[in-house]
């Protein structure tokens, strides 16, 4: 699966943007799809993650209550909503993927990168 995530742009604190991960290949609805991030000077961290049927979805704390993560089979997405944007969500956002044989959600182990997608929240 080849994954390119996009949406990423300029944002005030307090606001909100919506990332997608677009997928191509077969079989979407067999991976679970995560989303990472990685600020400059910082190493890449993981955010959130759905399991194959979007039921199961995993948070990182700091970020719950602010992103939710939501899936579309049909259409080969996945998408990332980000409300209350901090400053220090300022990030490279990647989204990637991972085969899997149950519906959960992953935190670590994925093998599919895409390239990444810049947030910039500004105070």
């Known amino acids: 699966v080849q994954l390119q995530a996009s949406g990423g742009g300029l944002v005030q604190a307090g606001g909100s943007l919506r990332l997608s991960c677009a997928a191509s290949g077969r079989d979407f609805s067999s991976y679970a799809v995560g989303w990472f991030r990685q600020a400059p000077g910082k190493e890449r961290e993981f955010v959130t993650s759905i399991s194959m049927s979007g039921s199961n979805k995993y948070y990182v704390d700091f970020v719950k209550g602010r992103f939710a993560i939501s899936r579309d089979n049909a259409k080969n997405r996945v998408h990332l909503q980000m409300t209350r944007l901090k400053v220090e969500d300022t990030a490279d956002y990647f989204c990637?993927?991972?085969?899997?044989?149950?519906?959960?959600?992953?935190?670590?182990?994925?093998?599919?990168w895409g390239q990444g997608t810049l947030v910039t929240v500004s105070s």
């Open positions: 990637a993927a991972r085969r899997e044989l149950v519906d959960y959600a992953p935190e670590s182990g994925f093998n599919y």
